[in-house]
């Protein structure tokens, strides 16, 4: 099983981004898949997961600015991100496990990809 991130870059304060990772190997669409950040120094943190019921959810810090979506023909999951801060600069990584229900915490997820970098300069 692999989870292939893709998209990240350099932008600047107030711009947007999206990020996909597509996922080979078995399919997740009756699972859970998501994405979390790290920034430099600092732990891993949730930042979004969408449910097999194509449900969101989304940390506080990035709650109405960014949006995800999964294609489970594609088995793709993708992360849009608008009006990009600064504080968002940090290595995004996607996460999926066909476990259920819906977690926060990245033990619960079963497979990672590789992580792509955001900077996003002021």
């Known amino acids: 099983v692999q989870l292939q991130a893709s998209g990240g870059g350099l932008v600047r304060t107030g711009d947007s981004l999206g990020l996909s990772c597509a996922a080979s190997g078995r399919s997740f669409s009756s699972g859970v898949m998501g994405w979390f950040r790290q920034a430099p120094g600092q732990e891993r943190e949730f930042v979004a997961a969408?449910?097999?019921?194509?449900?969101?959810y989304y940390s506080n810090s990035v709650k109405g600015r960014f949006t995800i979506s999964r294609d489970n023909a594609k088995n793709t999951v993708y992360l849009q991100m608008n009006n990009l801060k600064p504080e968002d600069t940090a290595v995004y990584y996607c996460a999926a496990t066909v476990r259920t229900p819906f977690s926060r915490t990245g033990d619960s997820y079963d497979y990672w990809g590789q992580g792509t970098l955001v900077t996003v300069s002021s």
């Open positions: 969408i449910s097999r019921l194509f449900i969101p």
